[in-house]
């Protein structure tokens, strides 16, 4: 009987198909941007057509989620993500600067190895594909194992039209036999040209300790805070919108509300109309020992199911129309499990003074898994808004709307995208939305400047027979500059500095810079 070694197989497959897939690439950097273009149009076609396919597939086999939401991601990933990027210029000359003399260059970078989630999965692959053969680069694919079938079907659908419209065949694979063992193979093998990985804290690492360059996509833990003068039905009826989508299986997605003393009882009434279940302590430690295992993560057998199942799971019974369970916590840490992401529709619930207590409340949330990510704002006083975006350490503040999916660029401006870097912070490469334009290089060309009449640089006169330089001419005497905005060190430095901050008619003063102004003359109104 032969032996059938799971892991040198995903590794001999993973070597392989990185092998075929640099060949590939090599023949796809030579394509033009109306050879790629079409390319990427056929593979996004093809995936609008199975979005829906795709999203039973993906729930059948994980028990994620629900269909219709695994529909609009799917969606999002090939309309919205394929609209952004279709204009972009990836293929040869992107900028010429004349009068520096510079032009810039596209070049691939080659075969990408795609971590594909497990919570995530179809509309994950559908977007690391659109974005890596935009850039001319192959892409090779390392599926989540409970998620495999789903995934290698979304690589299906998208590579027969891709490859009808002239991509080269093996652009575009998807491992079979899948293992640790061959992930980490695939990320650190020589063909492997840059590393698209989105997953848990310890693939994360594995993949920026592979010496490949990588952009690593972490979990959030996003907390939504609801200031005293929001629209306060609006405001939570997109925290429970976001919190609710696809059963709080994306990473942006809200983990608890933080909200201000003086209309906390018109939240907790709000969250009650969109079908929220505030728990007692004793119903609260129930849901937690079923939603959080012992080393502090969202338990697998609860992540993206329905508030009923987890209830049920935990021995509660709540109403059949329950959306989200809601546990008041009056602290962050070990000591409080549900204060930790929970990829399920369970939030935690915070009462704080004022925004000030609030912004220590949302930094311990941080803190304690979502550094970089992403969090939710909802507030009318613009002035709070910008000083909660000048000291979080996230790089998605999202005012005024859900963060699920507004962090992914579907409710706002930003780029849409399934990959969302959480920065430096995060130990990340980069704070962007994923696009193309992370999976290319760019190339220099440089010519020399004129020198001013002295000819060229190797005939100039030696530094000791120049004359010395004029003294610079004093600055012409001119009114101070009016501002439209201020914070905290823009009055500090006008403090050290002995001057003045004038102020445009309707400017915005952020709290904390009032506080620092106060018993000084350094704000102005102008006339």
């Known amino acids: 009987m032969a032996l059938r070694d799971a892991d040198l197989l995903s590794v001999q497959e993973a070597r392989t198909l990185a092998a075929r897939a640099k060949a590939a690439q090599q023949v796809l950097a030579g394509f033009s941007q109306e050879q790629v273009d079409r390319i990427v149009d056929a593979a996004a076609q093809a995936a609008r057509g199975a979005a829906e396919r795709l999203a039973r597939l993906a729930h059948e086999e994980t028990g994620f989620g629900n269909v219709p939401d695994k529909t609009r991601k799917n969606l999002f990933a090939a309309v919205d993500v394929h609209e952004y990027i279709r204009s972009l210029r990836t293929v040869g000359i992107l900028r010429e600067d004349k009068a520096r003399r510079v032009v810039e260059i596209a070049e691939p970078m080659g075969v990408v190895a795609a971590v594909i989630p497990s919570t995530n999965p179809t509309s994950t692959a559908i977007c690391k594909a659109l974005i890596a053969l935009k850039a001319r680069d192959a892409i090779v694919m390392s599926p989540h ?8 079907e979304a690589a299906r659908a998208m590579h027969g039209p891709a490859v009808a419209a002239g991509m080269p065949p093996d652009a575009m694979a ?156 009056t602290g962050v840490g070990r000591d409080h499990p549900l204060s930790i992401e929970k990829l399920s529709p369970v939030l935690a619930f915070y009462v704080v003074k004022d925004w000030h207590e609030g912004c220590e409340r949302v930094l311990q949330l941080l803190r304690y898994g979502g550094t970089g990510h992403t ?146 003359k350094v704000l102005e109104p102008s006339d």
């Open 145 to 152: 194992p409970s998620a495999k079938g789903c995934i290698l």
């Open 174 to 329: 998807c491992m079979t036999e899948v293992s640790l063992e061959g992930t980490q193979e695939l990320m650190r093998c020589r063909d492997t040209g840059v590393i698209l990985a989105t997953g848990g804290i310890g693939l994360v690492r594995a993949a920026y300790s592979s010496g490949k360059p990588a952009y690593g996509v972490g979990p959030g833990n996003v907390p939504a805070y609801i200031e005293k003068t929001a629209d306060v039905p609006t405001a939570v009826r997109h925290v429970i919108a976001g919190k609710t989508f696809d059963y709080g299986t994306l990473c942006s997605s809200e983990q608890s509300i933080v909200c201000d003393a003086p209309i906390a009882q018109a939240v907790r009434e709000e969250v009650r109309k969109n079908g929220g279940y505030f728990l007692s302590e004793a119903e609260a430690a129930a849901v937690a020992r079923v939603v959080v295992t012992p080393q502090r993560l969202a338990n697998p057998e609860i992540v993206g199911r329905p508030a009923p199942f987890i209830a049920e799971k935990a021995g509660l019974k709540v109403p059949a129309e329950t959306r989200v369970l809601v546990a008041p916590l």
């Open 375 to 520: 969090m939710a704002i909802h507030s009318k006083d613009d002035a709070i808004i910008r000083e909660f975006a000048l000291r979080k350490p996230v790089f998605r503040i999202i005012a005024n709307s859900q963060s699920s999916m507004g962090a992914t660029g579907y409710t706002t401006g930003l780029a849409p995208s399934m990959s969302l870097g959480c920065g430096a912070y995060a130990g990340n490469i980069t704070s962007d939305n994923i696009t193309p334009l992370h999976l290319i290089n760019i190339k220099r060309l440089a010519y020399e400047l004129p020198r001013e009449g002295r000819g060229p640089a190797a005939t100039a006169e030696p530094p000791a027979s120049r004359p010395a330089p004029a003294p610079p001419a004093a600055p012409a005497p001119s009114a101070q500059p009016t501002v439209d905005f201020v914070c905290e060190e823009d009055v500090r430095k006008a403090l050290r500095e002995g001057r003045r901050l004038r102020l445009k008619p309707g400017a915005i003063v952020t709290p904390a810079a009032r506080d620092a102004a106060a018993g000084t």
